[in-house]
DNA sequence: CGTCTATTTGAATGTACTCAAAAGCGGTGG
DNA sequence: CCACCGCTTTTGAGTACATTCAAATAGACG
């Protein structure tokens, strides 16, 4: 379960012996049912979730009811309001789990204490954020001069496997359209 | 001019004297006239920039030719392609100047220097790196759940005076929206 | 099974776009 | 200093993409 934490660490930072086994110490193991919640907007996100398996959503309810996901994370993704973790304030979006998924933490306290003891974690989380930052550039062009047929195309590049294991309506959410309208576009395909 | 820089670093960080004046020494000052282009989509991006005065784009031509604005640039912002500079790779995105700009640069392997030598600015790459990725997300949140008018109103909060140092087609390519459909809503607002 | 939610289908509507033409504005050169 | 050229903005008509509403069907879960 941790080798999967381990070798994701590793794609950017090399850590020795005993550094592995201190990180391995300081995760916690967390089974989220699926619909379940991790994290309500308003709460403070105290921990940084690495997914293992399963899949989780972050999303933002608008003032109408409607939800919105901002991030899908399967399995190997990282998830957390970084502006409710980082600032330790309420958070603007939820988690939930879109499967039972099983996910390590690692909280708030114990992060700051591990850039101390560990400083090249910092420089691990600064890429991952910067890759992350990277990514959320590139959506926000390709909502910006694609059409839904064109995005839905891409989703289904980037998270092959994915559609067949999540609900449309969530899909759509991802995608900014409507259910109905994701149930068109998929029938003229 | 280079005490606004002194000032963004001092957001995040605390430094003393020696380090001040080393940051200082490394910073190269240019000015970017009107419309001049300081990336190309395709060249690598090989220097962060600071915007002391002045106002950067950062856009990407899709293939129809037309430009969609990623990010703009006022005074004490950052600048650059986050992809393209850490893996120095062909940049996605160009930027050019909206209006005459005084920026403060720092080059690929002298801020991988600078990490070395004060390793607290890795730190202040990462927050400043997690609050772009926390305005981004905000941004798409906006684009999947306001219309273009709600997300017009942001703007005008959000880059307070901007509005009347930059032409409309670039607000309208920063909101998504066509130049005359934004010259549209303004006839009605 | 029965209930609840998700998906499909169709019709009417709305938001934003394209195309085209006119008007406004800014810079440049004579 | 004015006239001209090119680019931006405005205006209007027609169109396309995506939504809402409503009802029917299909699936999931206890």
Known sequence: ML????????????????ERAHIR???QHRLIKKNAIL????DVCRAIYFV???CLRMYHTDPDGS???IQLCPEDWWSVDISSFSGQTPAF????ALEDTDVLSLGYATLEGLYEQIPKLERFFRILT???FSLYQQ???SNLSNTARERYALFQEQYPKLEQRISQKHIASYLGITPVFLSMLRKQA
């Not at 994290?39 to 308003?42: D, E, H, M, P, T």
């Not at 979006?93 to 939930?96: A, F």
Request: hydrophobic content about 40%; overall charge negative; charged content about 10%.
């Open 3 to 18: 080798d999967h934490l381990l070798a994701n660490f590793a794609l950017h930072v090399a850590l020795n012996t005993d």
């Open 25 to 27: 110490s300081l995760f």
């Open 39 to 42: 994290l309500s907007a308003g």
């Open 52 to 54: 293992h398996q399963g």
């Open 67 to 69: 939800d919105h996901i």
């Open 93 to 96: 979006y939820s988690i939930s």
């Open 130 to 132: 910067q890759n992350g």
């Open 139 to 141: 959506r926000i062009t």
